[in-house]
């Protein structure tokens, strides 16, 4: 296990905002926290950073390295007047690392980012600060790294493009990598476990792929001729442009999709639609 | 330590603000110079024209001794101000960017961050406060030429120029040390208040009260001996006939202590506290 946080607990006067809380990491995966807004995601990452302390409870991360845990914390925090090179340069000097031209370059590229830009930082837009803010985090070589809401602000394009480096991350340095979000698309395939955080308690942890599929109660069917099925009729269907959300109760939805098929329906696809108001909340624990 | 002294002397030369600050500290100097130039002649004469039926003036009063003189009179509250401004900048930005949180992300220690803010402010301080005096020196024997010195200071003080030359140097040394305690306290301002308004707001009214505190007589010897607003004017003994060392020692060193005092409580303060921009 390389971080494991047992039974945090952390108040702000007589607002309890983080309940005995344990997470447990192992090297190389990917952990998603999922929660609504105000759940305590942030604080929780805030006390794992050391930059917040908690009232009780305790925090152990297994690195004999110079920088166990590095990450980023809501937005990207960099000095805005400074180029990419400037700031990568005071970060790394404060920590006792030179950064040669070849450790820059190295840097720019492993977060897809070139090298060649030598413009202040103010400049850049939100994806390419988080990329930096990333390549910050990354100096001198973490063995975990905490990202809260990476996806925050992206477009689709930054959002597909930061999937594949955090993927990277771990599987090639084997990088441990904490995400938060209240999206749970954005960690549905992205994360090997998740923790539901609740009112500043765990209340689910778990594979993400059981965790999902235990949550999920409604599916969204596109195809042609959905309004002409008699199936449909017969279960909870809500019909929607082009498309309809059913929620199988008493068959199961291959089912449904099997009768739909036999009716002649020209089905196109079957998303299934995470129930966020169960994921998130106590129902169903 | 080092590399932390560097970085922050390294943020701090490519931030515009330093070279707002050194701008309103020339700008003042200019302002003075100015002045001086067209109107300062007429001044004088106002001033002296009755002494100047009882007794002979070697050369133009209207000299660069005076003039430096009256820029160093800058140290009462334009240069403190404009120092308090910039250092309590140089941890609030921090807080408002955020960017603390990222230096905290990394493998530093709060004590040597912070002790290194103080460092660098007082370097800056140090530079502020050199520049002032070179120019100031520079520009004003260059257009207004070597003469002797009229001061008012409890009656009308006469220097004569080498003298003067020499008073006006450890003047400005003396300065110094009440400049870095005003620095210490605006950076100190900036732990406990975190936002950049509120901490110029405080530290504008910290510097108008111990000037006007200066002025009190608390009719309590202690007090009016150690008390720390008693002690920012040490700089202007150098105008008496016969300069009171010991008093200026006692002072500079006192001050000195009640500004390594702050930053320690600002130390205190930053460590116990959480890192929240």
Known sequence: ?285 | MISLIRSEIYKIGKQSKTLYALAAILIIEGFVIMSAYYQGAGIIDLLLDNLKESFEFQGNLLNGNLIIYLILNSLWFHVPLILMIIISGFLTSEYKDKTIETVMLQPVSKLNFILSKYIVSIIFTLLIVLILAVTTFLISYWIFGYGDLVVYLDGLNFFESEDASYRLINAFLSGTITMVFFSVVSLTLAVILKDATKTWIVAAIFLICSNLLLKIDFNNEIINELFFSKLTDSWQYFFYYEVPYSSIYFKNILLLAYSILVMVIGVLIFKRRDIQG
């Open chain 1, 1 to 285: 296990m390389i971080l494991e946080a047992r039974n945090i607990c952390k108040s702000y006067g007589s607002l309890e905002v983080l309940k005995n809380v344990t997470i447990e990491c192992h090297k190389g995966k990917i952990y998603g926290l999922i929660g609504a807004n105000g759940a305590g995601k942030t604080t929780l990452f805030r006390i794992l950073l050391g930059l917040i302390k908690q009232n009780s409870g305790s925090i152990a991360i297994d690195s004999e390295g110079i920088k166990p845990i590095g990450g980023i914390v809501e937005k990207p925090a960099l000095y805005g007047y400074l180029s990419a090179f400037g700031n990568l340069k005071v970060f790394a000097q404060i920590q006792r690392l030179k950064l040669t031209k070849e450790l820059f370059n190295e840097s720019m590229h492993q977060v897809g980012l070139s090298p060649e830009r030598k413009d202040a930082v103010k400049n850049y837009s939100l994806g390419m600060k988080q990329r930096l803010g990333l390549a910050i985090a990354l100096l001198n070589n973490p063995d975990c790294i905490v990202l809260d809401e990476p996806f925050s602000g992206l477009d689709p394009m930054g959002i597909s493009a930061l999937h594949s480096l955090i993927k990277k991350l771990s599987r090639e340095n084997q990088i441990t990598i904490i995400i938060s979000s209240h999206i749970v698309s954005e960690l549905a395939d992205l994360c090997d476990m998740l923790y539901v955080l609740y009112d500043g308690e765990i209340i689910k942890s778990g594979s993400a792929a059981r965790l999902l599929k235990e949550n999920v109660t409604t599916f969204k069917i596109s195809g042609k001729n959905l309004e002409m099925s008699e199936v449909l009729k017969n279960v909870d269907a809500v019909f929607m442009n082009k498309s309809v959300l059913v929620s199988p109760k008493e068959s199961t939805i291959s089912e449904v999709l099997q009768r739909l098929i036999e009716e002649g329906v020209e089905v196109t696809s079957c998303i299934p639609q995470t129930d966020l108001k169960a994921l998130f909340g106590r129902e169903g624990v």
